[in-house]
């Protein structure tokens, strides 16, 4: 399946618009009052789909190449652009809604809870990549050592599981923290496997790991 560049638009698009329903459902529901705890609601929210978004970038690769779909890589760098865009409202909810920019107190609050440490090691880790996700940035670096820097996301998503199997191991509820680190060391894992084929097979054709778009 190859979309003609109308259809490519057009799915951009439809990404673009739905990535950001999680947002306009935050807003709505808060707006309406109909949260019982909107602080926790809101750091939770953002915290999952922040995730959920490192996750589904990671996904583009093994899906580019299992299903040899090369046009999903073109959603790559939007997809990545959203993960830290819920990473940035889920830290700025920590930060002023949570804290009211009282250093002091957040200090607290991360030596009583060090889990947020964590994903306070993820966020600045998220910071790089962001700022060279565009065209001009890639040409800046060069496309290896882009690549190289952009890897860091192999970091970002184990620190971000680590984070939230942290904070529910508290609550000795492990369920979903367990499913997102198979979902993570399968991703991941895949790489390594592609990474091991190719050099046991050096002349093997590349089949694009590092192509950027
Ligand atoms: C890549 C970065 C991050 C990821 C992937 C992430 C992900 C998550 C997830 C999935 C949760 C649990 C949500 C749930 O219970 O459904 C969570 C909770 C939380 N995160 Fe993060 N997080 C990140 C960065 C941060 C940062 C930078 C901070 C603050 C400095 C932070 C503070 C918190 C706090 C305080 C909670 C607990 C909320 C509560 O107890 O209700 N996180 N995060």
């Keep these: 399946m190859t979309p003609t560049p109308k ?22 529901l808060t707006l309406a009052g109909a949260l ?14 922040t995730l959920y978004f490192l ?7 093994p899906l580019r190449r299992l299903a040899k779909w090369n046009w999903v890589l073109k959603l790559r760098r939007m997809l990545g652009l ?8 889920h830290f700025m909810t920590f930060l002023w809604f949570d804290h009211f920019f009282d250093v002091a107190e957040m200090l607290k609050d991360v030596a009583k809870r060090p889990f947020i440490l964590v994903g306070f090691i993820a966020f600045v880790l998220l910071i790089p990549l962001a700022v060279t996700s565009t065209n001009a940035m ?14 860091l996301v192999y970091i970002v998503a184990p620190l971000g599981v680590l984070h939230f ?33 190719k050099q046991a097979n050096p002349t093997a054709q590349d089949r694009g790991q590092t192509r950027r778009v």
């Excluded at 490519?8 to 947002?23: D, G, N, Q």
């Excluded at 705890?37 to 953002?46: A, C, G, K, M, V």
């Excluded at 492990?174 to 390594?192: C, K, S, T, Y």
């Design 7 to 28: 259809q490519l638009t057009a799915i951009k698009a439809a990404v673009f618009v739905l990535a950001l329903v999680p947002l306009a459902r935050l807003v709505w």
């Design 36 to 49: 019982v705890e909107p602080l926790q609601f809101i750091t939770r929210s953002t915290g999952d789909w």
């Design 55 to 61: 996750c589904i970038t990671l996904a583009v690769t």
């Design 82 to 89: 959203y993960a830290f865009f819920y990473a940035l409202l």
């Design 138 to 151: 890639v040409r800046r670096l060069g496309g290896k050592r882009w690549l190289w820097l952009h890897r």
């Design 165 to 197: 199997w942290w904070m529910k191991a508290a609550k000795h509820d492990l369920a979903q923290p367990l499913l997102f680190v198979a979902i993570v060391a399968l991703l991941l894992g895949m790489r390594v496997w592609w990474a091991r084929e």
